[in-house]
């Protein structure tokens, strides 16, 4: 029966795991998938998560299926959290809101709602680069997917001439993806002088904007200053679509907890807007899951929790910057490493976006058993203390051949 279904290649970013997998070096690292690890290389559950699963456990909850739209209190509190409670679309219940399968999910749920309803356009326009999946997410879901740059290779920034040409040039109304902060794989950033740049841009060619927020408090360590865009925008009376992931800033990976919001002109209109969100998700999954919702909602609810995360999120962001001033100063300064490195000290978030060449991640992973994605990213949460040197002293080698 299926003589004929070719086989496909695997995912650029989660291929590059089975590859290290395989590995049996003891000194081999994996700087491929974006996920955090602590100074001793391992996975890090937050204490706040820990906290709230005993609370959770104590309070023997059920396992009922939940609504549709997920969690009630973890929607409203994600939306806050984004939107910022004295946000006007907040405060005056006109965000639509709905729970959805991580970051990943909230972008699919959103591509197929506005493949049906956005009466403007179909066609999404993602910067070059972009997360991988963002192409398949949205041609899945219906849109046409094109580009705009925003990445320039020679001054290993933004290409923001580039940016505002493209957005300039693309048909009133389109739909535009833009990566709330800490862009993947970059993680080069508008400054907020170029997002309102952005934003005018926006109103005068009434273009649609969809925030992918996969790392708010990733960035810096401030939620709130990591969603200096997207409130922006919605101060300036754009009415946006939101993806949120809690994947990476609450540790919650595998848990899958994520939600897909859309700003509205009223409570009215969000109603109705959120009906046929669901009319979207019930022929999906029916409704989420249930224990991941449970536990990001006890921590925004909690203040102390909510304290405490906040904390932790900062600390997770502080050791990828200390990581990223380690290794500008031990390429840039003991080992002379040809070439300018100080992109790997001003980008931000998880990922830095090297420079290196094909040919040098390849012999990275075939001399020094150290694995990235082919385009040269590293997830910089996979160094810490213990293999930065051998890594820099590899890269030094690898660069000069
Ligand atoms: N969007 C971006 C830019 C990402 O980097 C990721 C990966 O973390 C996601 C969305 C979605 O990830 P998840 O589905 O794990 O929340
Ligand atoms: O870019 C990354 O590494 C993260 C994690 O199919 C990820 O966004 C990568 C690939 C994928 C799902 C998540």
């Given at each position: ?29 994996n ?29 023997n ?43 990943t ?56 001439t ?44 009434q ?28 101060e ?5 679509a ?18 897909f ?17 669901k ?70 978030g ?23 994605t ?18 820099a ?9």
């Open positions: 029966t299926w003589s004929t279904v070719p086989a496909g290649p695997p995912d650029p970013i989660l291929g590059v795991t089975e590859a290290f997998k395989a590995d049996k070096d003891p000194r081999k690292i700087l491929g998938v974006g996920a955090y690890r602590d100074d001793k290389g391992k996975p890090y559950v937050l204490n706040c998560v820990k906290k709230a699963e005993e609370i959770l456990t104590t309070s909850p059920d396992k009922e299926y939940l609504p549709i739209a997920g969690l009630p209190e973890f929607t409203k509190n994600a939306a806050k959290l984004a939107y910022g409670a004295d946000s006007a679309p907040f405060a005056s219940n006109s965000v639509a809101v709905v729970q959805s399968i991580s970051g999910g909230a972008l699919r749920i959103g591509g197929a709602f506005l493949a049906r309803f956005y009466p403007h356009s179909k066609t999404i326009y993602l910067p070059t680069p972009s997360w991988g999946n963002h192409t398949p997410i949205f041609r899945d879901s219906g849109l046409e997917v094109k580009n705009y740059r925003y990445f320039d290779k020679k001054t290993v920034g933004l290409d923001f580039g940016l505002k040409e493209d957005l300039k040039n693309v048909p009133e109304k389109s739909i535009v993806l833009l990566h709330a902060c800490a862009h993947n794989p970059t993680g080069v950033d508008p400054t907020p002088e170029q997002w309102k740049e952005i934003s005018d841009i926006f109103k005068e060619k273009l649609f904007p969809f925030f992918d927020m996969a790392y708010q408090g990733f960035a810096s360590g401030d939620t709130t200053r990591d969603a200096f865009a997207v409130r922006y925008f919605v300036q009376g754009h009415q946006i939101l993806s949120q992931s809690f994947a990476k800033n609450m540790g919650l990976y595998g848990e899958r907890v994520g939600a919001s859309l700003v509205t002109e009223s409570p009215e209109e969000k109603a109705r807007v959120e009906s046929q969100l009319i979207v998700i019930r022929p999906m999954y029916s409704n989420p899951p249930l224990h991941g919702a449970r536990i990001a909602n006890t921590i925004l609810s909690d203040s102390a929790l909510y304290g405490e995360w906040e904390k932790e999120v900062k600390g997770m962001a502080d050791r990828i910057i200390s990581m990223r001033e380690k290794l500008y100063n031990m390429l840039s300064g003991d080992l002379k490493t040809p070439g300018e490195w100080s992109h790997i000290k001003s980008q931000i998880m990922f830095s976006f090297t420079g290196l060449q094909p040919a040098q991640t390849k012999a990275l992973a075939e001399k020094a058993h150290i694995y990235m082919a385009d040269g990213r590293i997830s910089m949460a996979g160094l810490n203390g213990g293999n930065i040197e051998y890594f002293e590899s890269v030094n080698k690898a660069v000069r051949g």
